[in-house]
C-alpha cells in the first residue's frame, strides 16, 4: 500500500465519528442476532417480523434493527411487501433445487483447485473434519450434523486457496442447511454421506481428479434429492 493509499484508508477510519461507528455496531449486531434467530428456527420461514417485538428481543431502537433487515433481505434471508413490512423467505423447492445446482459447480472447481494446491497438513485437517462428521451420528439430521457435513466441504475450498470460492460457498451452505428444517430429511442418508466422504477423500489423496470430480458431483446431488424429499414432506399437508 502506498503513503497516499495509507492517508486515505487511515482518514475513513480515524475520523469517521463515533455516532456513526455505534450506528454500524448496532446494526452488525442486528444482522447477526436476527440471522441466528432464522438458524435456530425461533423466526419461522413466512412468519412476519414485527419491528416492535425484535426491538425488544434485541434491546435496541427500530433503526438498527430495519437496516439488519434491509441487509438480510439483499442475502435472500427476508423479503419485504410494500406496506406490510418483512418477512422471513419461505423455503422454496425451486430454491433449494437452484441452491444445490450452484454447490455442484463450486464442489467440483474447488475439487480441481484442492488436488493441485492442497499442503499435507491441509490433508491433515480434512481428515479429521471427516473423523469429527463421521462420529457424530444423532437419530434425525440437526444443526450440528450439518454444520459437521459442511466444515468438511468448505476445508476443501480451503484447501483450494480461493478466498471468494471459500465465501460463495459458505453462503450456499447457510441458505441451504441452516435455513431448511433438516429434520424430516431421512436420517438412513447420514451414514451414505460418511461413505461418499471417505470416497472423496481417497480420490483427492490420489489426485483421480475426474473421479474426485464425478465422485463430488454425485454426491451433492444426492444430497439436493435427500433435502428436496424433507421439504416436501414436511409440506404435505396434514392427514386427519
Excluded: C
Amino acid at each position: 500500500m502506498t503513503p497516499q493509499n495509507k492517508r486515505i484508508s487511515g482518514h475513513n477510519n480515524s475520523r469517521e465519528p463515533k455516532s456513526v461507528r455505534e450506528t454500524k455496531t448496532l446494526i452488525d449486531s442486528a444482522y447477526r442476532k436476527i440471522k441466528q434467530m432464522i438458524f435456530q428456527q425461533e423466526l419461522n420461514p413466512g412468519q412476519r417480523l414485527i419491528y416492535r417485538d425484535l426491538s425488544q428481543m434485541l434491546n435496541m431502537s427500530r433503526t438498527p434493527i430495519i437496516n439488519a433487515l434491509n441487509r438480510l433481505e439483499q442475502e435472500g434471508y427476508v423479503i419485504s411487501e410494500s406496506f406490510r413490512g418483512f418477512y422471513v423467505k419461505p423455503v422454496d423447492l425451486q430454491e433449494a433445487w437452484d441452491l444445490f445446482g450452484v454447490r455442484e459447480a463450486l464442489e467440483a472447481y474447488a475439487v480441481e483447485q484442492a488436488i493441485d494446491r492442497a499442503e499435507p497438513d491441509e490433508m491433515e485437517v480434512l481428515e479429521e473434519k471427516l473423523r469429527k462428521h463421521e462420529a457424530y451420528m444423532p437419530p434425525h439430521y440437526d444443526k450440528k450434523k450439518a454444520a459437521l457435513e459442511a466444515e468438511f466441504h468448505l476445508q476443501i475450498a480451503a484447501m483450494a486457496k480461493n478466498k471468494v470460492l471459500e465465501k460463495l460457498l459458505r453462503t450456499n451452505f447457510e441458505h441451504i442447511y441452516l435455513r431448511f428444517d433438516l429434520i424430516p430429511m431421512n436420517p438412513e442418508r447420514m451414514p451414505l454421506a460418511v461413505q461418499e466422504h471417505h470416497d472423496i477423500l481417497d480420490k483427492i489423496k490420489k489426485k483421480d481428479l475426474a473421479g474426485a470430480i464425478e465422485t463430488i458431483r454425485l454426491h451433492v446431488r444426492k444430497g439436493r434429492n435427500a433435502t428436496v424429499a424433507g421439504i416436501s414432506k414436511e409440506k404435505e399437508p396434514v392427514q386427519i
